[in-house]
């Protein structure tokens, strides 16, 4: 069965201290990786799509690595406007629509 | 662009009523999905449209109908509801194969 386990369900961290949320996921096949931020009260926010082991993105403070069973979404010095519920979700080879498959998220809390 | 967008954003139904969520999207997407979000259970996937004139049934269908009513709309109907439809629910549209894209989400209680 195909299914996405993030990991930790939460993270604290002060303003400055870099982590990283991990995304573990078990397909069939890979057709793509997706990070989602959401913040509370609102819908889902697309960050980054990965495709293939090996792959890397960038955006700000954010990068999003991707080997064959896992993914990374590493916050470098992290800022309050950081704080959020981080997704991840997969495509699997099996889906010709378009179905996603999303993990349950890792809520990021940065204090100043 | 507005994106994707959801009425209403708020509701309050007894068990029982019936009730329909209207979704739109302005990008000329081809896909269309609806999800709900419940606290520990992550997005769950309810009904999808692969495309215009099509329609399927997610992880969570039942107790759902919904209806692709030409490209740019998608609605989800509850026929009798329950109160374990008590949610969040989201659309969203995308390109089969890309992101997908989500609208500001529906807070459905029902008592």
């Known amino acids: 069965e195909d299914q996405v386990t993030q990991s930790p369900e939460a993270l604290r961290l002060q303003e400055g201290e870099s982590s990283s949320l991990n995304c573990s996921y078990t397909v069939s096949g890979l057709r793509g990786l997706f990070w989602y931020r959401q913040d509370p009260g609102k819908g889902p926010e697309f960050l980054f799509t990965?495709?293939?082991a090996g792959e890397e993105k960038e955006k700000e403070r954010l990068k999003a690595t991707l080997t064959k069973k896992e993914s990374f979404l590493h916050i470098t010095a992290p800022k309050p406007e950081d704080s959020a519920t981080y997704l991840c979700?997969?495509?699997?080879?099996?889906?010709?629509?378009?179905?996603?498959?999303f993990g349950q998220g890792t809520t990021l809390q940065v204090k100043p | 662009n507005a994106g994707v967008t959801q009425t209403p954003k708020f509701q309050v139904l007894k068990t029982g009523q019936s009730m329909t969520l209207q979704c739109a999207q302005d990008?000329?997407?081809?896909?269309m999905y609806w999800y709900r979000q419940d606290p520990g259970m992550g997005l769950r996937l309810i009904y999808y449209?692969?495309?215009?004139?099509?329609?399927d049934k997610g992880e969570v269908p039942n107790g759902y109908n919904v209806s692709r009513l030409n490209k740019r709309e998608f609605s989800l109907r509850l026929e009798s509801a329950a109160p374990s439809q008590t949610s969040v629910y989201f659309c969203?549209?995308?390109?089969?194969?890309?992101?997908?894209?989500f609208g500001p989400g529906t807070r459905l209680t029902v008592l």
């Open positions: 990965l495709y293939s």
């Open positions: 990008m000329n997407h081809n896909s």
């Open positions: 979700a997969v495509r699997a080879v099996s889906s010709n629509t378009g179905k996603l498959i």
């Open positions: 449209s692969a495309s215009e004139g099509t329609t």
């Open positions: 969203a549209s995308s390109e089969v194969g890309n992101e997908q894209f």
